[in-house]
């Protein structure tokens, strides 16, 4: 089946360090999201990128889709510690029933140093 | 509503003991799922459904899980005879359309912490 792999697992940054997140998918996606989880919180939607080689912005934050839809990005400028959760990506991965399911990323856990 | 809202939001059962959880989607959304979430953040796609029909099962233990999205009730999944690897956060999600469609959004309801002891 589908695999989203997401790297690094953790990453600590010092308050004003920039911050990046990498997700592969071992199959092309139609589309990829991304969330971001507090501690102890829920998954929030952040954004879909849809288009290969796609590139959005949300203030402080980039995301990108790679131009053979396998990849993604989010990189955080500046980072503040408002940025601190866990960030995963997740893309519909065929499951096998015919339908589509989301496939999560292990997510990147942020820490930010004040 | 304009949010999910996932009740219990935590509860503690004996090993050996039935579970019960529910959500209630966004009004308007077609497609419901249940995601369940582990200590290491992994999170296991369990069920969906597509009104109140199963849409997609394949990830549901079914000897012990089964879930329900009956109309005008709030979707349930429950969990008979619970182990203590069933401890989790259990998530429900919600969403217009199916999931591969572009543009579609999915929103996280704030989980049912279960905690069997």
């Known amino acids: 089946g589908q695999q989203v792999m997401q790297i690094p697992q953790y990453q600590h940054v010092q308050e004003g360090e920039d911050f990046t997140t990498y997700c592969n998918s071992s199959?092309?996606?139609?589309?990829i999201q991304w969330y971001k989880q507090r501690p102890g919180g829920h998954p929030v939607f952040l954004i879909q990128?849809?288009?290969?080689?796609e590139v959005k912005k949300q203030k402080r934050l980039t995301f990108q889709f790679g131009e053979a839809k396998k990849n993604s990005s989010l990189h955080i400028t500046a980072t503040q510690t408002t940025d601190v959760g866990t960030y995963f990506c997740?893309?519909?991965?065929?499951?096998?029933?015919?339908?589509?399911?989301?496939?999560f990323g292990k997510g990147t856990k942020l820490s930010v140093i004040p | 509503g304009e949010e999910v809202a996932q009740t219990p939001k935590h509860l503690v059962r004996g090993e050996g003991q039935k579970a019960k959880l529910y959500c209630a989607p966004i009004?308007?959304?077609?497609?419901v799922f249940w995601y369940q979430q582990v200590l290491k953040n992994e999170f296991k796609f369990l069920i969906s459904?597509?009104?109140?029909?199963?849409?997609?099962e394949t990830g549901m233990p079914k000897e012990r899980f089964s879930a329900k999205c009956l109309p005008n009730s709030p979707c349930s999944l429950e969990i008979q005879a619970t182990k203590l690897e069933d401890s989790a956060v259990y998530f429900c999600?919600?969403?217009?359309?199916?999931?591969?469609?572009?543009?579609?959004?999915?929103?996280f309801g704030e989980g049912s912490w279960l905690t069997v002891v």
């Open positions: 999600a919600s969403s217009r359309y199916d999931t591969s469609s572009s543009g579609n959004t999915i929103y």
């Open positions: 997740a893309g519909p991965g065929y499951s096998g029933a015919g339908s589509y399911q989301l496939t």
């Open positions: 009004k308007g959304h077609s497609y």
């Open positions: 459904f597509q009104n109140e029909n199963v849409f997609d």
């Open positions: 990128l849809v288009k290969s080689g």
């Open positions: 199959t092309t996606l139609s589309n």
